[in-house]
């Protein structure tokens, strides 16, 4: 199918199954890199906070200290972060002047570093200061990390609701990625004339206001499923956009009950959350919620079939972030798996896309799938 791809690992007699051709010495040196991951990244963050890019961008050649009067720093601790960013090309310093300008930097549009930015301001926020708790929170299946930082017990979306801080970091990537990704999604997925569709944990409706504009048709509705609290900011929303006759809300808990009668159901940025067993729970409700022969559609990041694959960062990122910092389970499975899932649910999966890694933009970190199934009768 067009826009699929598929990993099938190449062995060499050099390199036989189950070898691996890193040496101790590679080993370490693959360690110096995850001991000094953390410092690069803050670093890198922290020029952009204190406003130094802008600085560059609006007055090239500006020296330390004048830097560190607009940054309101001392100019000695400013030059010691900025030898990484010489260092690794992103800003250029003339030895002569002692001024800076941006290098690589300055050929990066703004639309590009903003996105890239609202990625590492999600890091440094919702997971970093979180997942210095991450062996706690995998022996106890809790995000101890919120509990010992915030006093919030529950998960991340739990916590968004009274903190401000998670909220805003959360919501704007989330928001960023779904209106990214739901023109691939929507395009790929096929949702009949008249059908009554039922986007489960829609959170506030921007899902159902894409689902809408995106498959408009004579008698299409749009249900958001997601927790009562979430009301109020959807229905707004659907007001807002002049769509509250096509879209509606309805208050529930994907493990009590999914409401039924539905022709369609979307699960996007979902079920990733959860580990196999809840996401066959989530996947069985959806089969009772709808009519015979109804879809589901999937949206969510995969694993490669072959976890080596190196230009899919899923696997380096999601264990830790649901684990440390969001769920206290969940993080993504391989296509697969979630097929395999689809099945024992009663679905018969219909197509399997995964967008390929060359149509993402090389900062953003998720690989996302989709997958359509029918309900068996």
Do not use: C
Request: charged content about 20%; aromatic content about 8%.
């Amino acid at each position: 199918m067009s826009g699929e791809r598929r990993a099938d690992a190449a062995l060499t007699p050099q390199q036989p199954k189950g070898t691996n051709a890193l040496t101790p010495e590679a080993v370490l040196a693959r360690f110096r890199e995850y001991m000094v991951g953390p410092s690069r990244f803050m670093t890198l963050l922290s020029v952009f906070e204190l406003g130094v890019v802008d600085a560059l961008r609006e007055s090239p050649g500006l020296t330390a200290a004048e830097l560190g009067e607009k940054a309101g720093a001392k100019a000695d601790a400013l030059e010691q972060l900025l030898f990484l960013l010489v260092k690794e090309g992103f800003v250029a310093y003339d030895e002569t002047t002692g001024g800076y300008r941006l290098d690589a930097l300055a050929d990066v549009p703004e639309a590009d570093l903003a996105r890239a930015l609202a990625y590492m301001n999600l890091i440094k926020v919702v997971a970093l200061r979180q997942l210095y708790y991450l062996t706690e929170s995998t022996r106890t299946g809790t995000v101890v990390g919120l509990k010992e930082l915030y006093g919030a017990e529950g998960t991340l979306y739990d916590a968004v609701a009274d903190h401000q801080d998670l909220n805003d970091s959360w919501l704007k990537l989330m928001n960023t990625v779904t209106a990214n990704i739901d023109p691939w999604f929507f395009a790929n997925i096929d949702i009949p004339a008249g059908s009554r569709v039922l986007d489960v944990a829609g959170n506030t409706g921007l899902g159902a206001i894409h689902t809408y504009r995106h498959k408009a048709s004579d008698g299409l509705t749009v249900t958001t499923f997601d927790l009562p609290d979430k009301e109020p900011r959807a229905l707004a929303n659907f007001r807002a956009e002049g769509l509250e006759e096509h879209l509606s809300f309805i208050g529930g808990n994907v493990f009590d009950e999914i409401p039924k009668g539905f022709d369609v159901v979307l699960i996007k940025h979902f079920l990733d959350m959860f580990d196999r067993g809840n996401v066959l729970k989530i996947l069985q409700g959806v089969n009772a919620s709808l009519e015979p022969g109804g879809q589901v559609h999937i949206l969510v990041p995969v694993y490669p079939e072959d976890i080596k694959e190196t230009d899919n960062y899923n696997v380096d990122f999601f264990p830790a972030f649901f684990i440390g910092a969001a769920m206290g389970e969940g993080g993504p499975q391989k296509l697969s798996v979630y097929q395999s899932l689809l099945e024992e649910a009663g679905f018969k999966v219909t197509q399997t896309i995964t967008k390929d890694a060359s149509e993402i933009p090389p900062d953003v970190i998720p690989v996302q799938a989709v997958l359509s199934a029918s309900k068996v009768a």
